[in-house]
């Protein structure tokens, strides 16, 4: 099937020009903690009624990167997004043929910057609009005779990779388990403020503890325990399965939730411990929840100091959005 990808600038001007959009009727766009990439149906694309006697409507998709997380532009779904038309019956609005192996699956290939901070003030991530064609290359089009109104369920399912990056302040030092009396730089036990950047996935809580230390080095040993949650209104998972393939996974994959250590720094330089015998680790979150405890030497120096801890999760991302539309039978149109 062919995909007409459009530009900000030309689908606005196509919306002004042909449907007389005027913006009212389109949501103000806002970002939370766990926005990633938001997806939703154009405005007047399925319009709210069509025709059963074939009058053509068009159908499209705007993608708005909510989060901080950059979508490069990627060949194959690396780093792509795949949406999918569900939820109505592709031969009846043209976009297949009867006897043809049909497919309902839009790809956006081209990159999504994310939204991002300059001089603490939030600057909106990119925005793209993909919509769906008739196998002849025209507007898709109701083609059914139907003896009363009916209402359809028009189902946008998106599917693609996002990151989270959250870093917390760690505190080490020479005597971890009996830091030195007097007027402390940090504190090594206890939990620690975590910042995140926006996305559906986010660290809730850190906790750093004294582990003991390295034979070998005879460094100090800590440990730290990030609690992850899904915090979106999707599903996460696993990085292994292709997003072009996510309407054909089965229950067990897109209940997963399961979720990549991606990486562990502490003062920029990687904790290789952390990465369990040269694996990425997997978490996998129940009731959208789960932790992970990374243990992992420290250089020691004289007293207290405080180094930034920074962890990189990975993860494929579900959400859907779904429109209503009622197709008048032709006498009460």
Not at 41 to 56: C, H, K, N, V, Y
Not at 248 to 275: F, H, M, P, R, Y
Request: glycine share 8%; hydrophobic share 35%.
């Amino acid at each position: 099937m062919s995909t007409k990808v459009l530009s900000v600038l030309a689908v606005f001007l196509l919306i002004f020009a042909f449907s007389g959009c005027t913006g009212n009727d389109e949501e103000t766009a806002t970002v939370s903690d766990s926005s990633g990439i938001n997806v939703e149906f154009m405005p007047g694309a399925p319009p709210q009624q069509i025709s059963e006697d074939d009058t053509s409507f068009d159908i499209g998709i705007k993608l708005d990167n909510r989060g901080e997380y950059d979508l490069s532009a990627a060949e194959g779904t690396d780093g792509s997004i795949s949406v999918f038309l569900l939820g109505v019956n592709p031969m009846t609005i043209g976009l297949c043929e009867a006897g043809e192996e049909c497919s309902t699956e839009l790809i956006y290939d081209q990159g999504l910057g994310g939204a991002h901070y300059v001089n603490s003030e939030l600057i909106p991530g990119e925005i793209a609009y993909v919509n769906w064609q008739a196998v002849d290359g025209s507007f898709p089009s109701y083609d059914l005779s139907i003896s009363s109104d009916q209402t359809l369920n028009f189902v946008a399912q998106a599917c693609y990779g996002y990151k989270t990056m959250t870093t917390a302040e760690g505190c080490f030092s020479d005597n971890a388990y009996a830091q030195a009396t007097g007027a402390e730089t940090c504190t090594i036990s206890g939990e620690k403020d975590a910042s995140n950047t926006i996305a559906p996935i986010q660290i809730t809580n850190v906790v750093e503890n004294p582990a003991g230390k390295n034979k070998e080095t005879s460094e100090n040993k800590y440990a730290f325990t990030f609690t992850i949650e899904n915090i979106g209104d999707g599903i996460a998972f696993p990085i292994t399965k292709s997003v072009s393939n996510c309407t054909k996974l089965g229950v067990a994959d897109l209940n997963s939730n399961q979720i990549t250590i991606d990486s562990v720094k502490v003062g920029g330089v990687e904790k290789v411990e952390c990465l369990r015998k040269g694996a990425k680790p997997t978490i996998t979150l129940v009731d959208n929840k789960g932790s992970y405890t990374c243990t992992f030497s420290q250089p020691s120096i004289s007293g207290d100091y405080s180094e930034l801890v920074e962890i990189t999760l990975s993860y494929n991302y579900y959400t859907q959005t779904t429109k209503q539309v009622v197709v008048k039978n032709s006498i009460d149109f």
